[in-house]
């Protein structure tokens, strides 16, 4: 069972219970280990949860210059801006065996650790220019005290939900505009009011609007209705630089209403959004808040008045939601366990994570344990040993 990569000893699987966690949640899961061959170097059972932001966009610029002939001449330069942040990485023991070699056996060892309630959602987008990505993993490792042996190791990734603001409830917004034409020619006032059925969704769901329209003081004709679904996507460089990608992911549109005349209550006008983001194979992708890499949406009704309104706003109503992670692909897959698999099973570790369990991606993965060279021992700088549920 499990990864074992580069290992003749066995392998180590790491599963969470649930396919996805909001940030606060805590999770659940077990680390499961098979080790069939005796002589691995190592003897501490060790969980990783790391959480991580990068992102990059290139942009074109044209530059004039002079050349030899003294002609004037034009090039296009392309620069890459780029940021990388790992803001979520700690370690803890989960167990440590008091041997000179990780014993052989099958092991479980469930664990407990709650997210820290501030952390953005998980997000990856790739576009002809750009790339953004929130990313996270729990991983499971059994470290080798001799440097010729590779660690045996697998990780999962962990989907991330944004944290909701609210409770799942019902939107409204309203706006009354006066209308006129060429020269401010004044032609009443044109009031829309809307209620959203939600006010977060999953990809794919179907977003419910019902707009009360009031255009009997307007001499102007509503021509139609227009409902979208806009995204707005900031990406920001390690020295702050941003760039702001705003696109219509979803759009419909409807009859509108005469001038003088009234849709409301009963005769209100209803428009179904199916949010699926035809143009994209990856679909529509979620809200997130993170310092790089930042993903909000908001569902827009407008009423689009005939003639020129060069001096007023249509009336339109634009409201935030949020738009939920789905649940990843991994989950659909069963476990394959070993045919003779019968664990010892541990008792549950709750882990807490402190600034004392930080580690750098960079560091020496070993620096912190102080192995000794000969004989090979477990390290002991992590706690009491748990006894093991029968």
Same mark, same amino acid.
């Given at each position: 069972?499990g990864?074992?990569?580069?290992?003749?000893?066995g392998?180590?699987?790491i599963?969470?219970? /649930?396919?996805?966690y909001?940030a606060?949640?805590i999770?659940?899961?077990?680390?499961?280990?098979?080790?069939?061959k005796?002589?691995?170097?190592?003897?501490v059972?060790?969980? &990783? =949860?790391s959480? &991580?932001?990068?992102?990059? *966009?290139?942009?074109?610029?044209?530059r004039?210059?002079?050349?030899?002939?003294?002609?004037q001449?034009? +090039?296009?330069?392309?620069v890459t801006?780029?940021?990388? +942040?790992?803001?979520?990485?700690?370690?803890?023991?989960i *167990?440590?065996?008091? +041997?000179p070699?990780?014993?052989?056996?099958?092991?479980?060892?469930p664990?407990?650790?709650?997210?820290?309630?501030?952390?953005?959602? !998980?997000?990856?987008?790739?576009?002809?220019n750009?790339?953004? /990505?929130?990313?996270y993993? =729990?991983?499971?490792? #059994?470290?080798s005290?001799n440097? !010729?042996?590779?660690? $045996?190791q697998? !990780?999962q990734?962990?989907?991330?939900?944004?944290?909701?603001?609210?409770?799942?409830?019902?939107?409204?917004?309203?706006?009354? %505009?006066?209308a006129?034409? *060429?020269?401010? $020619?004044?032609?009443?006032? !044109?009031?829309?009011?809307? %209620?959203f059925d939600?006010n977060?969704?999953?990809?794919?769901?179907?977003a419910?609007? *019902?707009?009360d329209?009031?255009?009997?003081?307007?001499?102007l004709?509503?021509?139609r209705?227009?409902?979208?679904? #806009?995204?707005?996507?900031t990406? @920001?460089?390690r020295t702050?630089r941003e760039?702001?990608?705003? @696109?219509?992911?979803v759009?419909q549109?409807?009859?509108g209403? /005469?001038?003088?005349?009234?849709?409301?209550?009963?005769?209100?006008?209803? #428009?179904?959004? $199916?949010?699926?983001? &035809?143009?994209?194979?990856?679909g $529509?992708?979620?809200?997130?808040?993170?310092?790089?890499?930042?993903?909000?949406?908001r569902?827009?009704v407008q009423?689009?008045?005939?003639?020129?309104?060069?001096?007023?706003?249509h009336p339109k109503?634009n =409201?935030?939601?949020e #738009?939920?992670?789905?649940?990843?692909?991994?989950y659909?897959?069963?476990?394959?366990?070993?045919?003779?698999?019968?664990?010892?099973?541990?008792?549950?570790?709750?882990?807490?994570? +402190?600034?004392?369990?930080l580690y750098? &991606?960079d560091?020496?993965?070993?620096?912190n344990?102080n192995?000794?060279?000969?004989?090979?021992?477990?390290?002991?700088?992590?706690?009491?040993?748990?006894q093991?549920?029968?």
């Amino acid at each position: 069972m499990g990864n074992q990569q580069g290992s003749d000893f066995g392998g180590v699987y790491i599963r969470t219970d /649930k396919p996805f966690y909001f940030a606060g949640e805590i999770i659940t899961g077990n680390i499961y280990l098979n080790i069939f061959k005796d002589g691995f170097p190592g003897g501490v059972v060790l969980l &990783k =949860v790391s959480g &991580k932001e990068k992102c990059h *966009w290139t942009e074109s610029r044209t530059r004039n210059s002079t050349g030899p002939d003294g002609k004037q001449k034009q +090039t296009t330069e392309y620069v890459t801006y780029s940021g990388e +942040t790992q803001f979520y990485q700690h370690r803890v023991a989960i *167990w440590t065996f008091n +041997t000179p070699c990780l014993p052989v056996g099958q092991y479980t060892f469930p664990f407990q650790f709650q997210l820290l309630s501030h952390l953005p959602g !998980s997000y990856f987008e790739k576009g002809s220019n750009y790339q953004a /990505k929130i990313s996270y993993s =729990v991983k499971a490792e #059994i470290e080798s005290y001799n440097k !010729s042996y590779k660690n $045996i190791q697998h !990780s999962q990734p962990l989907i991330v939900r944004e944290p909701l603001k609210q409770n799942m409830t019902a939107l409204m917004g309203q706006m009354e %505009v006066k209308a006129s034409t *060429w020269c401010c $020619i004044d032609k009443g006032t !044109s009031h829309i009011k809307c %209620v959203f059925d939600k006010n977060h969704y999953l990809p794919g769901d179907n977003a419910y609007l *019902w707009a009360d329209l009031d255009n009997s003081n307007c001499k102007l004709d509503v021509t139609r209705i227009e409902a979208r679904l #806009i995204n707005y996507l900031t990406l @920001r460089d390690r020295t702050g630089r941003e760039k702001l990608i705003t @696109r219509t992911i979803v759009s419909q549109q409807m009859q509108g209403i /005469k001038a003088g005349e009234r849709a409301v209550e009963n005769d209100r006008k209803q #428009i179904q959004l $199916i949010l699926h983001n &035809k143009s994209s194979p990856e679909g $529509i992708h979620p809200s997130s808040n993170g310092q790089l890499v930042k993903s909000v949406y908001r569902l827009e009704v407008q009423a689009v008045l005939a003639g020129c309104t060069c001096c007023n706003k249509h009336p339109k109503v634009n =409201v935030p939601i949020e #738009i939920v992670a789905p649940v990843p692909q991994i989950y659909n897959q069963p476990m394959v366990q070993p045919s003779n698999w019968n664990p010892q099973v541990f008792q549950p570790q709750i882990v807490s994570f +402190t600034d004392s369990t930080l580690y750098m &991606k960079d560091q020496n993965q070993q620096s912190n344990y102080n192995y000794p060279q000969i004989p090979p021992q477990p390290p002991n700088q992590f706690g009491q040993m748990q006894q093991p549920m029968s």
